[in-house]
């Protein structure tokens, strides 16, 4: 007995014997997943998106807490006439700094602008030195108060920084926990999202206007916008619902899949909750994913059964029960694979990509329970009102396209076949060309998963335009001995670092230690230029250095480490590709004059842009060859055939390459957000394979009919299913164009690129493939004619 037949032995029992029982078990199931469906959280987090174990990460979570980490909002007050120095807009100002002050997760010693103490200006005067705060802490609105606090401007040297270039806007600077210290909880950076957005429909005014940006309000934005993403879901399920009646003939049989299907995004979510996960809202196109296999998966099931019903004449329990001996192990193998496959990704080290990847891991395995179990139960009991008519109408449905399946199965034919691989070899050579040019990261200079014309990257372009600092910084540590800070020789290494920083393309402005230093030398020589340098004598810089305290961020109380920002133009990836190689390029010629200075990177949100685009190159290649790894091991095992091979994975091979070209196209970068598409959409292609190469197959094998001839029965009865899918899924990610989120008219041109190729692939070139590799000798008696396997079936019935 073959394995096969083993399995399902054991299997059919549990599904035929008692189905009411089995039934019952899974709708128990089913609400006690929906209940905890209900539960599913938004579960966003900035750790979750940081490559942890990526060298430059030592370095960020080692000093996050005494020089700040990477999760930076700034709150924007720009006005359109006249500088800042006014009532209105001062007093604006102030209320804006306290109510930042005050939200949750802000790390308030770390919270700046013009009016919090830690801004303070130093200047030389008769009989020593004066400073203070730069709104003094007796602030009134007053004329004489206005011209004071513009002088303090200009002493503290904060224009470009928390002043703007031409002085009419300022900004208030923050950095958020990833605990909450008040509740000790993980924060919610949807409730951050939403006070930042009171904050600006209560100060904007008609002649000032409030921009805000950072991460907690891209979080929110998305989740904002999930409503929408939720309302697509649905203009799919309806689209999906009329397009499977109008293809099935029977609203019973269109509910019976999609309903099904509905059933699997519930136990996903309700498996994703009981494991302790929430939903990022950068994960929330996994349960199209997992609707779109399902979909898949259930029509090929019932076109299966109605064949069964149709063709053969077989009652409603016996049809369902051939279909299950039929495509039980086929498609349990392509969801098997997709579940193996998707599970790969989990060597991605970062958190989100790997929720991800349990998130549709969990997907695969309820459809695996509710389509091949659930479904064909469900059909033992679908009772057809006139049998003889719903048989006499999926006859006409089914020769309906006859003419075209007889055009399709030409492929079969060296005259067609050879000319469809020529195009593959084309397409593969176009593929790898276009990989080359592949873009890891963001092509974008705002927020790549928002619209350009969003607020948001409205406000970001706004910030940059005025300011020389925004959301996008790169931190440098250069780490030395302790009380290194006074030595010239250490200072001046720095200083140059920064120089050169400054000096690089895509740097905005740099800020270190010796550069404010420098500054407030200049002070202590009554503001001369040529005193705006470094003191080679120790004594002189300590003096610098001393009015300098540790919270700005510039050093260690300790002076063992003294970080370099640096405020970069944009975080497109060539951007921070050419800056990190600056770097790098710096620290191995200070590491040639053996300098008492290390480099180190990085921290800053740039910084784990960095460390990401360098994790996502790594790992790109190793984890596509691990799926495909997976799949040809899963498919070896299944056909045991390396026809079947080659006819399956190398149509999904050039798909997954040509994604590649189009991504480039496109101008979509390779990113935390598409590579696992990449992968998970790979799902599609193998369950398009292994239904048409298993009819195919049986055609040949089992039945004796020519390739020509077992290509066109496969169209009829499991090709056709493959085209339906192929379109009506095309068409419901085709609706994402639509979107507010720009990641997700990402994902739709991506989705509906390789819904559609991988359908191409399965219908037109595996067919051609197995011309050259399907090896079946003819039949001593001659190929058998179709004419007679439908009579055959119809007299054993």
């Given at each position: 007995m073959s394995a096969q037949k083993r399995i399902l032995r054991v299997i059919e029992p549990l599904i035929y014997a008692k189905p009411m029982i089995s039934m019952i078990v899974l709708l128990l199931m089913t609400v006690g997943l929906g209940v905890l469906a209900s539960q599913t959280r938004i579960d966003a987090g900035y750790l979750k998106s940081i490559p942890l174990e990526h060298p430059y990460m030592d370095a960020f979570m080692k000093y996050r807490d005494d020089l700040g980490g990477a999760n930076i909002i700034l709150v924007a007050?720009?006005?359109?006439?006249?500088?800042i120095y006014n009532e209105d807009f001062l007093g604006k100002l102030k209320k804006v700094t306290d109510e930042v002050f005050f939200l949750p997760g802000v790390n308030r010693a770390r919270v700046q602008s013009i009016f919090t103490p830690n801004v303070r200006y130093i200047e030389v005067v008769e009989g020593g030195l004066s400073g203070g705060n730069v709104v003094p802490a007796s602030y009134e609105p007053t004329e004489e108060m206005f011209d004071l606090v513009q002088t303090n401007v200009g002493k503290a040297g904060v224009i470009g920084r928390l002043v703007s270039e031409d002085e009419r806007g300022a900004l208030v600077q923050a950095q958020l926990l990833d605990i909450d210290p008040k509740t000790g909880e993980e924060l919610d950076y949807v409730e951050v999202a939403h006070r930042l957005e009171q904050i600006r429909q209560e100060y904007e005014t008609e002649g000032i206007k409030v921009h805000v940006i950072g991460f907690a309000k891209v979080v929110g934005d998305i989740v904002d916008a999930s409503l929408q993403v939720f309302i697509f879901f649905g203009i799919t399920l309806i689209m999906t619902a009329l397009l499977l009646w109008g293809y099935l003939g029977s609203?019973?049989?269109?509910?019976?899949?999609?309903?099904?299907?509905?059933?699997?995004?519930?136990?996903?979510?309700?498996?994703l909750t009981l494991a302790g996960y929430g939903l990022d809202p950068f994960a929330i196109l996994v349960p199209f994913l997992v609707l779109a296999v399902s979909v898949s998966h259930g029509v090929q099931y019932v076109n299966a059964w109605v064949h069964e019903m149709a063709d053969a004449g077989r009652s409603n329990f016996d049809a369902s029960l051939i279909t299950f001996r039929r495509l039980f192990i086929p498609g349990t193998t392509a969801l098997v694979t997709d579940l193996a496959g998707f599970l790969t990704i989990l060597l991605i080290p970062i958190d989100i990509i790997q929720e991800m990847a349990l998130n549709a891991a969990f997907g695969m395995f309820a459809i695996i329970i509710t389509n091949k179990v659930m479904v064909p139960i469900w059909l033992t009991w679908v009772n057809i009102r006139n049998p003889q008519s719903?048989?006499?109408?999926?006859?006409?449905?089914?020769?309906?396209?006859?003419?075209l399946w007889r055009i399709i199965s030409y492929t079969t034919r060296p005259g067609v076949a050879v000319p469809i691989l020529l195009a593959c070899g084309v397409l593969l050579g176009w593929s790898v060309w276009k990989h080359d040019q592949l873009q890891i990261g963001s092509f974008s200079e705002g927020v790549p998963e928002l619209r350009p014309d969003s607020r948001y990257n409205q406000d970001n372009a706004a910030i940059v335009n005025n300011f020389s600092i925004g959301t996008d910084q790169l931190k440098v540590m250069a780490e030395t001995d302790p009380e290194a800070c006074i030595r010239y020789d250490v200072m001046e290494e720095i200083d140059r670092f920064a120089w050169r920083m400054q000096n690089t393309a895509g740097v905005q402005s740099t800020v270190s230690l010796g550069q404010i230093a420098k500054q407030v030398n200049m002070g202590f020589n009554e503001g001369w230029l040529k005193f705006k340098i470094l003191p080679r004598n120790r004594y002189v810089l300590s003096q610098a250095i001393t009015p300098i305290p540790s919270s700005t961020g510039l050093l260690l109380p300790d002076c063992s480490v003294m970080p370099v920002i640096m405020f970069t133009a944009d975080h497109k990836a060539e951007t921070i590709?050419?800056?990190?190689?600056?770097?790098?390029k710096f620290r191995d010629e200070a590491e040639n004059r053996d300098t008492a200075v290390n480099f180190t990177l990085a921290s800053g949100n740039v910084g784990v842009m960095a460390a990401t685009n360098e994790v996502i190159k790594d790992k790109e290649i190793e984890v596509l060859l691990w799926v495909y790894l997976v799949i040809v091991i899963l498919m070896l095992l299944a056909f045991r055939s390396l026809a079947a091979l080659i006819c399956i994975v190398a149509p999904l091979s050039l798909v997954s390459l040509m994604g590649y070209g189009v991504m480039t196209l496109a101008g979509i970068g390779l990113k935390v957000a598409t590579l696992p598409i990449l992968a998970l959409a790979v799902g599609i292609g193998v369950d398009y394979g292994v239904y048409v190469y298993s009819v195919f197959q049986e055609g040949v094998r089992d039945f004796g009919l020519s390739l020509q001839d077992a290509y066109f029965r496969t169209m009829q009865k499991t090709g056709k299913a493959v085209v339906f899918t192929g379109i009506a899924l095309g068409a419901g990610v085709a609706t994402w164009l639509f979107s507010d989120l720009q990641f997700q008219i990402d994902m739709g041109i991506l989705l509906l690129f390789i819904f559609t190729a991988n359908m191409i692939g399965a219908i037109l070139v595996l067919p051609a493939l197995a011309y050259f590799f399907m090896d079946y000798p003819k039949p001593e008696g001659g190929y058998t004619r179709l004419e007679d396997i439908d009579e055959s079936q119809s007299s054993a019935h």
């Open positions: 007050l720009m006005q359109e006439e006249g500088t609203s019973k049989l269109a509910a019976v899949v999609l309903v099904a299907s509905v059933i699997c995004v519930v136990w996903e979510f309700g498996l719903f048989k006499e109408k999926q006859l006409r449905r089914d020769h309906l396209y006859d003419g590709e050419n800056i990190v190689a600056a770097v790098k």
